[in-house]
């Protein structure tokens, strides 16, 4: 090389002496000598210069290198560091050549553990094997493979991803490549979590819109489509305002105001589309902003509740109705009175409340059932209501029980009118399946506000006002007045007065002989409740028997009576004395009780005494209503050994039948008939027909509340078999029937009777 330059130098110089066309001159000559000299000193000193600067260039080079060479790997350590992947560097037979992680502690041992060893000789066969057969493909096609795999590490169970890339890198004569290994254990849950929610949002029977600043349709759910009847495709990218109800925005600016001031709003409408059914949607709309960087969103839920309203409308109905009748039931009565009366005391004007009670009806319904006696109510209702207005309101208190409110009266008066076609229309019979029944009705009335300005008081006075129309042959009408207040109070005050005389023992016995018409022996005797009230005096049976019967209370009162009997039958037994039985009246209530056979006998267990000692007395109306039940309580009572008498022969219905039907051994002929004897022809037939009756069906008689002797003549002509009244003893204290038995001069039997 050095020759070259020096040919080319020299060259250079002949020409610029000229001396490469001509011969040279001595004078040329040494010239061209000294620069060739010159020249190889100048060389020799640029060689010198040249070969120093190469030395100095090739340790420069060589620093430069090493600060290259240690940037470079610092690069690398600082992308590592910052890279969450763990990458592997492994050759075809699979071993680990380098590794570069940030994290060393999540690899399955220490680095200096794996370089060097192949994927055989670190991991378990269950592992390796996926490894090596993937390695295999990679070689094989020169495309990257990947694969997921569970692995237990220092932080338990992860789920990672490995990606195999081909090299063109060769070490010792062997193809490389590149394993990146990153863990999907969080993305992957987060993708699954969303992949979740996604399908719930797209399965969820709730419509579900999401709309941007602009109130655009970026997302809507399938179950929009069943909602608003347009599918998600239809709606996308269209603003909200396509969902329209009745020609009109299903949201209107009402709503986008209250979302606008208050970033929700909530509520129900109805979604009307033509020649569609109206569908009830629960809206919820919220605003929302997901960041400060990002516009905010709309997201919209909404319900087709239109089975809940129907459901609810259906239980409010059901809470408003009566199911029998269809008439409005107790709740929305009061509801509508207290209407009625808030508008009638604003008008000026006059309202009137019907309290409705059939009468009746309890034997109906017992005797031919529930389903026919239900019948009968759908037909009375029907029947009132074809009678009044559309304004006024007829309701079912229960039972068969009915209120009537009537509006707009200029005086109370007018509805004198109203109250006889009622009774008209109820006198004429019901055409129940192949039953004509016959039912009436007791009509209690209260005006308002001319009675009262308080529903509840308005209907207390209503009622009580019916309860007098019953008490008063019933089929009739009673307005309220303050007379019928004071009754009702009487009422309550005398019910509460027999609570206190059970507590009190206020109650005693009296005892009215019974004598044999044939004999004028004492035979038995009738027992009489009767009740010394404090501070009020004698309260008449009259009175307070009815108030138990209603109340209940006559189930104790009917025990204290028999209890006190029995004991004073073994009183007197204790004095030397021998009883005859004694009559006790059974009331109504406590014959339709189931256990009032096993209470009787229990009875007579307790006090040791036989049944022929006890003589029950029952009304005819008692085993009319609730013959049934009766007739079973009183054929265990016969068969007992008690004797049964009927009470009020005469005064009831089905008389014969009763007599026929019923285990009776005794008939009483009602005061009511010996009263008018010899003056009253009827009375004399009746008598007469009674006893001839009885006799037929070998039943005894005893004539009740004989107090002349000319009734006692007529009795005995006629064949009665025994009397009771003030004609042959008086009702005595159990001291006066004491001395009665223990005469030596009567001998148990009647003066009077001879």
């Known amino acids: 090389m050095v020759g070259t330059l020096i040919h080319r130098l020299l060259k250079r110089q002949l020409k610029r002496l000229q001396l490469d066309s001509k011969p040279p001159t001595e004078q040329s000559w040494q010239q061209l000598l000294q620069q060739i000299s010159d020249t190889y000193i100048q060389a020799d000193q640029d060689r010198y210069t040249l070969e120093r600067s190469l030395t100095i260039s090739s340790e420069e080079t060589r620093a430069l290198y090493q600060q290259l060479k240690a940037s470079s790997e610092a690069r690398m350590r600082a992308i590592t560091a910052a890279f969450p992947d763990m990458l592997f560097f492994q050759d075809e037979e699979g071993r680990f050549l380098d590794i570069f992680t940030a994290n060393p502690d999540q690899l399955l041992l220490p680095i200096e553990d794996i370089l060097g060893h192949t994927i055989e000789e670190i991991f378990p066969t269950k592992w390796a094997a996926p490894f090596k057969q993937m390695l295999d493909e990679t070689l094989n096609t020169g495309k990257p493979k990947s694969m997921e795999y569970y692995m237990d590490g220092p932080f338990g169970n992860h789920l990672y991803e490995a990606r195999m890339i081909p090299m063109e890198y060769q070490e010792n004569g062997n193809n490389t490549l590149l394993t990146v290994v990153r863990d999907i254990t969080e993305p992957r849950k987060e993708q699954t979590w969303s992949r979740l ?13 999401i709309l941007d600043s602009q109130k655009n349709i970026m997302f809507a759910n399938p179950a929009v489509e069943t909602i608003v009847r347009q599918t998600p495709e ?26 606008k001031s208050d970033n929700s709003w909530h509520g129900d ?17 919220d605003k929302l902003r997901l960041d400060v960087n990002v516009s905010e969103h709309y997201v919209i839920l909404m319900n087709d509740i239109s089975e809940l309203q129907a459901s609810r409308t259906k239980l409010q109905q059901l809470a408003t109705t009566d199911p029998l009748t269809g008439l409005p039931n107790r709740l929305l009565f009061h509801d509508r009175l207290e209407q ?11 309202g009137a409340l019907f309290f409705i009670d059939l009468d009746r009806f309890k034997i109906i319904n017992d005797s031919l059932g529930h389903h026919t006696g239900d019948l009968l109510l759908q037909a009375v209702a029907k029947r009132i209501n074809n009678n009044v207005r559309e304004s006024d309101t007829l309701a079912r208190m229960g039972g068969d029980e009915f209120t009537l409110i009537i509006e707009d009266l200029q005086r109370p008066e007018e509805i004198i009118s109203l109250l006889e076609k009622l009774q008209q229309d109820f006198r004429r019979p019901f055409q129940i399946g192949k039953y004509e029944l016959r039912t009436t009705a007791s009509i209690g009335i209260s005006i308002f506000p001319r009675d009262s300005d308080n529903t509840e008081e308005l209907i207390k006075h209503a009622d009580t006002a019916m309860y007098s ?17 004071l009754s009702a109070y009487s009422y309550f005050e005398t019910e509460q007065g027999l609570h206190q005389a059970l507590k009190q023992n206020e109650f005693y016995l009296l005892y009215q002989p019974q004598y044999d018409l044939k004999s004028n022996a004492l035979i038995g005797m009738e027992a009489l409740l009767r009740w010394n009230r404090p501070q009020y005096g004698m309260v008449s049976p009259l009175k307070f028997i009815p108030m138990a019967e209603m109340t209940g209370l006559i189930n104790s009162l009917g025990n204290w009576v028999r209890n006190a009997v029995c004991q004073q039958i073994v009183d007197w037994k204790k004095q030397g004395l021998t009883p005859p039985r004694v009559a006790v009246n059974l009331s109504s209530r406590e014959l ?20 022929s000692a006890l003589e029950l007395e029952i009304t005819e109306s008692v085993i009319i209503e609730r ?13 007992m050994g008690i004797e049964l008498a009927i009470d009020d022969f005469g005064t009831g ?35 007469h027909a009674t006893i001839a009756l009885a006799k037929s069906f070998g039943i005894k008689t005893i004539a009740e509340g004989v107090e002349r002797n000319e009734q006692l003549d007529f009795l005995r002509e006629a064949g009665c078999d025994s009397v009771q009244g003030f004609l042959c003893g008086r009702p005595m204290s159990p001291k006066g029937i004491a001395r009665l038995l223990s005469s030596d001069t009567t001998s148990g039997k009647s003066e009077v009777l001879g």
């Open 197 to 209: 929610i996604s399908q719930a949002v797209s399965s969820a029977r709730e419509g579900i819109i």
């Open 234 to 259: 239809a709606l996308l990218h269209k603003n909200i305002s396509v969902l329209r109800s009745h020609q009109k925005p299903m949201f209107d600016d009402k709503i986008w105001n209250a979302v």
């Open 269 to 285: 409408l109805t979604l009307e589309i033509k020649g569609k059914k109206p569908v009830s949607i629960w809206l919820s709309i």
């Open 340 to 350: 009625a009366m808030a508008r009638t005391k604003r008008i000026g004007n006059f």
């Open 469 to 485: 129309a019953k008490e008063g042959g019933r089929d009739q009408y009673r307005f309220f007045t303050a007379k019928l207040n």
């Open 592 to 611: 339709i009780k189931p256990g009032l056979n096993a209470s009787i006998a229990g009875l007579l267990t307790t006090y040791r005494l036989p049944a």
């Open 627 to 639: 013959g049934d039940i009766a007739y079973q309580n009183l054929f265990g009572l016969t068969e």
């Open 653 to 687: 219905h089905s008389s014969l039948v009763n007599l026929k039907r019923f285990p009776l051994s005794c008939l009483k002929i009602d005061r009511s008939f010996i009263r008018d004897l010899l003056t009253d022809e009827n009375d004399e037939a009746i008598v």
